[in-house]
């Protein structure tokens, strides 16, 4: 009796624990389908005429499908100027602050130097204070400089960031420290330990800490739209907000931009997915 009664009750826990993974799987897919709908929903929107874009009863399919917005979106608004500058400035972003992150992180972690603490704290303040809380003392203080609406203007401000160096210290961290020992009983400087023996060893959060940089600016509408006189100046979000707000909303071209924009990200995650995981595994930030 006392068998079959143990029996009973692990048949019955093996079937709570199916019952449960069953009820996770779904709960999980349908949080992913209710977070994806925007982007699917701009996705079939790209390929319907403006007309049916607009419709006051819109469905999911289009009803009619056409590459027709894929091709006025050029000529509609400088796109492929738009396009241009967005490349530059979020590319010009990640690559000074990955330099930046990277040479700050790694001070933070390994040297010993008075008021690193200090420094430390200063930066997990920076991490808690809304961008937009110091967007207007930014902008005022980068036209004092004679970079008002320019280029450099936009990328310099943004050439370091507070969660890249707590991000990259948090990785050297995790680095032993017997490598660093090796290399100087080796007679290697600070600067060569740096440079040929703890950066290679960043690759991971690297291309990481690029990802979360190069979306991050990729997708920024706020600081390019503040710092853009015209839409031929701005990036991407920033020329496709402005051609909203300028003309009678065309939905279709709208979407067939904002597809269009997707494609750099989608590839740039797809070439680094791998190592995506690792470098937020060897972070701590999990």
């Given at each position: 009796m006392a068998q079959e009664l143990v029996a009973t009750d692990s048949a019955l826990d093996r079937a709570l624990q199916r019952m449960w993974k069953v009820a996770m799987a779904v709960a999980m897919v349908t949080v992913g389908l209710v977070m994806i709908f925007p982007i699917i929903w701009s996705f079939f929107t790209a390929f319907k005429p403006n007309a049916e874009a607009a419709s006051a009863a819109p469905s999911l399919?289009?009803?009619?499908?056409?590459?027709?917005?894929?091709?006025?979106?050029?000529?509609?608004?400088?796109?492929?100027?738009?396009?241009?500058?967005?490349?530059?400035?979020?590319?010009?972003?990640?690559?000074?602050?990955?330099?930046?992150?990277?040479?700050?992180?790694?001070?933070?972690?390994?040297?010993?130097?008075?008021?690193?603490?200090?420094a430390f704290i200063a930066i997990i303040v920076m991490l808690m204070i809304p961008y937009q809380a110091v967007i207007i003392p930014l902008y005022e203080l980068v036209h004092s400089l004679g970079l008002g609406q320019t280029m450099a203007?936009?990328?310099?401000?943004?050439?370091?960031?507070?969660?890249?160096?707590?991000?990259?210290?948090?990785?050297?961290?995790?680095?032993?420290?017997?490598?660093?020992?090796?290399?100087?009983?080796?007679?290697?400087?600070?600067?060569?330990?740096?440079?040929?023996?703890?950066?290679?060893?960043?690759?991971?959060?690297?291309?990481?800490?690029?990802?979360?940089?190069?979306?991050?600016?990729?997708?920024?509408?706020?600081?390019p739209l503040v710092m853009s006189n015209n839409i031929a100046?701005?990036?991407?979000?920033?020329?496709?907000?402005?051609?909203?707000?300028?003309?009678?909303?065309?939905?279709?071209?709208?979407?067939?931009?904002?597809?269009?924009?997707?494609?750099?990200l989608i590839l740039f995650f797809l070439i680094i997915q791998r190592t995506f995981v690792a470098g937020i595994a060897t972070t701590g930030l999990k």
């Open positions: 399919l289009p009803q009619t499908w056409t590459l027709e917005n894929f091709f006025e979106i050029w000529s509609a608004i400088p796109f492929a100027q738009l396009y241009g500058n967005t490349i530059v400035f979020a590319g010009s972003v990640m690559v000074l602050s990955l330099a930046f992150d990277t040479m700050a992180g790694y001070a933070l972690a390994r040297f010993e130097f008075r008021g690193r603490t200090v203007g936009m990328i310099i401000p943004r050439s370091a960031n507070a969660f890249g160096v707590f991000f990259m210290r948090q990785f050297f961290l995790a680095l032993p420290r017997n490598l660093e020992e090796a290399a100087r009983i080796d007679g290697a400087n600070e600067w060569t330990i740096f440079t040929r023996v703890m950066l290679p060893l960043t690759r991971p959060a690297l291309l990481t800490l690029g990802l979360f940089h190069f979306q991050f600016n990729w997708n920024d509408l706020l600081w100046d701005a990036t991407l979000p920033a020329g496709l907000a402005l051609f909203a707000g300028q003309h009678v909303v065309e939905y279709g071209l709208l979407m067939a931009g904002s597809v269009l924009a997707l494609v750099p």
